[in-house]
C-alpha cells in the first residue's frame, strides 16, 4: 500500500517538474520534449488547451498528470511484496524517464516520431498499458519468486476487499477514457459507451472461460475480463462502434484468460497478474485499432508497437540490473511474510 501511495506522490512531483515538459514540450526530434517547460516554467496556465479542445491547459496538464502517475503504479502490481521501498522508488523515479516520458511523446505529442507515422492511442493503450505490461513481465522474470508463490497464486483473502477495489478501478475507467476526448462531446458520450461495453463482455468472456476450464463460476473472473476489456478498448475507446468494443472487450479477454493460464502454467510470479491483464489487452487492443479507425495507418500501428516493447523491455532491463547491483531488490524471507507495509 504504501508503494501505491507513494508511486502517487512522486509521479505527481515528477510531471511537475519535468515529465509534462519532456512529453509535450516542443519536440526535439520527434524523440522527447525540450526542458523549455519545466516546473510550468513559460506555459500560460490562463490559455486554453488549443482552438480545437477549447478547455483550461491547466486541466489538460492535471489530467495528464494522472495518466503519468498511473503507468507505473501500475507496474508495481506485478512486484507487489517482492520489492524493497528503495528499489521501488528507484524504480518508480526512474522508469517515466526511460520508458513513459519518450513513449508518450513518440504517441501524444503531435510531432512525435510515431504520431507523425500514423500511430494513434485515444487514452493509452500504448503508452500505459502496452509499456506499463512489458516492463512488469521483465520485473517479474528478473526478480525472485515469492516463497509462498505456490499456495499464494490464484488466491484472494478478501472477496469484499477485491470486488470494492475493482469496481474502483472500473468506475475510474470511465474518466480516463471519457475525459480523453477533453471536452463534453458526442466523442467523450462514445468513449463511456464503448468502455463499459468492452467491460461487460470481457467479463462475461472471462466467466465463461472460467466456467469451461473448472465447471465453476467465479466472481473474481468478471473482475479480470473486465480488465482486460477496458484495457483493450482504451487505444481507440473513442474511435470504435459499439459492436466494435463489443468484439474488442471479448477477443481480449479470452487471449488475457489463456495468458495468464500460461503465466502460471511456466512459474512467472506476476502478484496481481499485471501482465495477462495490463500487457497482453494493450497489445490486442492497439494493433486493432487501425481497422476501424481511418486516421490510423497499419504500418505505424505495428511500428508504434515494437518501439514501445523494445524501450519497455530495455528501460526495464537497465534499471533491474543497475538497481540490484547498487541497492539490492529482493526483500528477505522475513520481510516477505511479515508484509511490507509493517
Known sequence: LIQTVAGMAAG????????YSLTFGPSLG????????????GVDLQACHSSEHPVPVTAVIAFQMMFAVMAPVV???AWAERMTFVGFLWMVLLWPFLV???VAHWVWNPVGWLAMRGAVDFAGG???HTAGGVSAFV??????RRKACERLDGAYHNLTLFVTGGSLVWVGWYSFNGGA???ANATAAVALLNTQIAACSGGLAWLVAGRLADNHWHLTHIFKGAFAGLAAITPG???ASPWVSLVTGMSAAVAAYYASALRVRVGLDDVLDVVALQGVPGIVGSLVVPLYAPHARFSGQVLALAAVVLQSVLGALLLLHTGDRLLGLNVGADDEFRGLDL
Open 12 to 19: 505527481s512531483v515528477l510531471w511537475l517538474g519535468a515529465g
Open 30 to 41: 520527434g524523440v522527447i520534449g525540450a526542458p523549455s517547460h519545466l516546473f510550468m516554467r
Open 75 to 77: 507496474m508495481t502490481g
Open 100 to 102: 513513459y516520458y519518450p
Open 126 to 128: 500504448l503508452t500505459i
Open 139 to 144: 520485473v517479474s522474470a528478473y526478480l525472485e
Open 181 to 183: 476526448a477533453l471536452g
Open 237 to 239: 475507446s473513442g474511435w
